[in-house]
Each structure stands twice: as C-alpha cells, then as structure tokens.
C-alpha cells in the first residue's frame, strides 16, 4: 500500500513522477501528514506555509545533483527545516552528510536497470527501448584503447578531451557535432540532449571507459550516472573521474574494482593533484600495447563479469 504524502507545491513534479514508483508514495495533499519536498529547490522553505498544516514529518528527496554549491544549498534547507520537523534526506548521494538524517536513494541506478533489464526508459533515457540494451559479454581483442562520451564540456572534460586526442580511441564531443551513433535512436536526437548510449560496435571494439563524471568536486558527495553505470553493466574497464573516495563507494556498493590500475589517488582531496594522479593512470594504460592491454583486460575477466551481472544481481533501490 502505498503512503499518502503532500507535495511541497513549488518542486519540480516530473521528480515524482518518475521516482514514484520506488519512493512507494502517492500524493493526497488533503489529509497527508508527511510533506516531500524537491531538494533542488533552493529557495528557503517557508515553514509558514500552509501545506505544512498538520504535517507531523518533513522528507527531502532527489534524484540527482552534480554541483557542490546545490549540494550546501541543499544541507541549509534540510537543516533549517529539521529545527522545526523531524526530518528526512532520501539522497543519490553515496556518502553520509554530517548532522542529517539521510537515506540513500539512487534513482540512477533504478534508472538504469528499468530501462537495460526491463526496457522501459524513463527520465533522459527517451526513445526506441531498444537503444537500451545490455550487449553480450566478450572477451574478444578490441582495436581501440578507449570509448569516451562527452556532451556538456566542463572545464575537466575539456582538459580529459585535450589528453585523449594523443591516443587512439573512440569519442564523442556532442558540443562540436561529433556524435557515436545509436542504431535505433536519430544523431539529432542525441545532440538535443538525450542521454543515449553508442551502438554495440563501440563497446566491442573498445576496452576502457573513461570519462568525467557529472559531478567530480566537492568532498562529501558521490553522485554516479549513466557515465559509469551503464558502461559497468556493459563487461568493460571503467575508469571515471569523480571526487575523493569516488572508487571507495564504488566498491562498499557491491561493484569491483579493477585489478592492476593504481587507484592510489581517488582519496585525494586537491582537485588538480587528483585529476593529474587520474591522467597519469590513464597514460599508463594507453601507452601499453594493445597486446598489454588486452592481457590486463583478461586479467580482470572476474571482475568486468561480477560488474556484468550486477545488472540482474543488484535489486532497485526502493524505500518502503
């Protein structure tokens, strides 16, 4: 049965509507004691306002945020509010928050598995269902070092963009024009903003993953996306830039990291040091040959297969 909550009126709706079906709620704004709030709403909450009449307990939620500054923006809200309700903060966030009651929510990965396992593609995941698909795993010799997928250029993509133009691979820059294409959904399609992923022959052909994920500041969040989830579930090495402890919660969620790649730096808190440590890495690998990195590649065949099937293994994140 599902509980019936209010809904703070100034959110954004589409929030609910694509997360209802693992937040288990369901809006009655008449006789509802618990009021949901959008996080990313920024403006102070106004505790006088009339939906919080009656209301015995105060949830925040989101289903995704990248930059630090709404992340603290978030916190002032939430803590303000918890001054006057016991409250909650159903977050994508995989790090606890100091001095809030949080819960984890990852509406990302819950995006993932309904649109790779059960065909049902919902918020930016828009098109064909059968743009959405987990491709067989292989372990096949591969022509390319590298796939890399970049639409909104931050300054760090710009600079991983930059590095990876010295190596062989393949890449896409929608902000120039330059797509990898889908077999089911349109090239214009994708430049208009629909989080799609490549054709099958760009993920056979190629052995690493490599890109900056949304959010890569900050010091107390870690956010995962498609940019890493749905490069995992596809039996490849996936080797993103995020912020301190990005591949630490990686693997206390259930995924493994790969064997024989210095991982040392994920820890490090100076952005610069951090993603100069992350380059190093990566020239490490490119620089093998393909036939290196195709031993590194079977080195690691347990670890891209337990990833592989986390798809089916690692149920919703639903909240009861």
Known sequence: MHRQVRFYPFGDPNLYSVAKNWLNIEINNESATELWIDSNWLTPI???????????????????HAQPFLHDQIKKNIQRVSEHYPTVWYTCNALPVDDINCVRFDYMWNRTKHAYLDHNPTWKHIGDPQAYQQYP????????????????????????LEFLNAYDGLKSNISQGLVLPNDFVTDRDI??????????????????????ESQYEGTDSVIFTEKTYEHLIQGRLVLNFGPPGFYSALEADGWKLPLGIDLSWDHTLNIHSRFKSYLDTLQSL??????????????????????YNMLTIKPYNCID
Not at 48 to 62: A, G, M, P, Q, T
Not at 139 to 160: D, I
């Open 137 to 160: 795993l292989h372990f096949g010799r591969r022509e390319h070092r590298y796939l890399s997928l970049n639409r909104s250029l931050t300054p760090y993509r710009k600079k991983l």
């Open 191 to 212: 430049q208009q903003g629909i989080t799609v992923p490549p054709a099958r022959r760009f993920f056979d052909n190629s052995y690493i993953s490599c890109q900056v």
């Open 286 to 307: 490119f620089e093998m040959s393909l036939d290196q990195l195709h031993e590194l590649f079977l080195l690691n065949s347990s670890v891209i297969e337990h990833n």
């Open 46 to 64: 106004d505790i006088s306002h009339e939906y919080f009449k009656n209301i015995k307990k105060v949830y925040f939620f989101d289903c995704f």
